[in-house]
């Protein structure tokens, strides 16, 4: 079975535009969440999404915005850049989202704002 | 909100020798916790996790780790560590539906 996939590997954009991330779930896994990850620090938590609904919210601005689709695959929408937003991020997977759930996580999308 | 954090950033240790990882987390209400451990040049992957029961809980690889609800610690324990353990170690907390990560701790293990 294929384990999380994330597309792109690597982007590079620049101040101001808008980046779509995409991540696809494990079959059969219904949850996705979203992580930020800076270097030398842990994943923050961005979003997560539970049959198609929003489950939680991270602190980021509005410029973040995610979706599901059926499938169950995501989008991570992130509108103006800021040289802030260079970032590893993360998609991760889990069968229901419960909170005690283990999460399947993804390679990641490494993004440089330039 | 919760907050999660970790003592260490980086550990050198030798192989055989006892490891043990400090994680302190900031949340008064019912919390699961997790390690997750990332090997160079892979995914996150899940070492260990509590969420009821018997505090002291047992992971993959001979890992342990012990809930202590008075201290809020879930630190990560290894009675002999390999080389094959060198890698970057996370502790996180969910409360609420909020997944808080601690910024890590890089464990280096000379053969």
Not at chain 1, 27 to 42: A, C, D
Request: positive net charge; glycine residues 8%; charged residues 15%.
């Amino acid at each position: 079975d294929a384990g999380v996939t994330q597309s792109p590997t690597h982007l590079i954009k620049t101040r101001g535009q808008h980046v779509t991330l995409r991540c696809s779930p494990i079959s059969g896994h219904k949850s996705v969440s979203w992580y930020q990850q800076v270097l030398g620090q842990g994943p923050q938590f961005i979003f997560q999404y539970y049959e198609k609904e929003e489950r939680g919210r991270g602190n980021f601005p509005d410029r973040f915005s995610a979706r599901q689709f059926p499938n169950y695959s995501s989008e991570l929408n992130v509108n103006a850049l800021l040289l802030g937003d260079s970032a590893l991020y993360l998609c991760a997977s889990s069968n229901i989202g419960s909170t005690n759930e283990k999460l399947f996580f993804g390679s990641g999308t490494q993004l440089s704002v330039l | 909100a919760q907050s999660v954090s970790q003592h260490n950033h980086h550990v050198i240790l030798s192989e055989a020798a006892s490891l043990e990882l400090g994680c302190n987390y900031s949340y008064g209400g019912t919390v699961n916790l997790f390690w997750y451990v990332q090997y160079p040049g892979q995914h996150l992957q899940l070492l260990l996790k509590y969420f009821s029961g018997d505090p002291l809980v047992k992971g993959i690889k001979g890992f342990e780790a012990e809930f202590i609800k008075s201290k809020f610690s879930f630190n990560l324990r290894k009675p002999s560590v390999q080389w094959s353990d060198t890698a970057e170690y996370f502790c996180a907390v969910n409360a609420d539906n909020d997944m808080r990560f601690g910024a890590g701790t890089r464990l280096t293990v000379k053969p």
